[in-house]
């Protein structure tokens, strides 16, 4: 399965942009993570292919929305309120399946078998 994450760009704080993470086959649940410069990656969030439900880090609770289009096999990353902090590469990965509690492992990177090539969101003044 390929993933192919979109969306990325620059934007002053408070600002909103769209990511978009369109995968070619199946995926169980689908993941966003971001890394930025000089730092870990860091899940962002997670939604499954069954699911209304999505999880989100603390760190963008209630700025954040992640939806799914399963038709067109696409996953969306809506931020609003964009920090500074908020800048960083943005990946979307995949689960070829879920394992045990989604709630508990969805954040951990070595839960996912595919990965995106990532995009850059830069927040500045």
């Known amino acids: 399965v390929q993933l192919q994450a979109s969306g990325g760009g620059s934007v002053q704080p408070g600002g909103s942009l769209r990511l978009s993470c369109a995968a070619s086959?199946?995926?169980?649940?689908i993941g966003w993570f971001r890394q930025a410069p000089g730092k870990e990656r860091e899940g962002v969030g997670c939604i499954s292919r069954s699911s209304d439900l999505p999880y989100y880090a603390d760190s963008v609770k209630d700025r954040f929305t992640i939806s799914r289009d399963n038709a067109k096999n696409t996953v969306y990353l809506q931020m609003n309120s964009l920090k500074v902090e908020d800048t960083a590469v943005y990946y979307c990965?995949?689960?070829?399946?879920?394992?045990?509690?989604?709630?508990?492992?969805?954040?951990?990177?070595?839960?996912?078998?595919?990965w995106g090539q990532g995009t850059l969101v830069t927040v500045s003044s």
């Open positions: 990965a995949g689960m070829r399946y879920i394992y045990g509690s989604l709630t508990r492992n969805w954040f951990r990177d070595s839960e996912y078998a595919y």
């Open positions: 086959g199946f995926a169980a649940a």
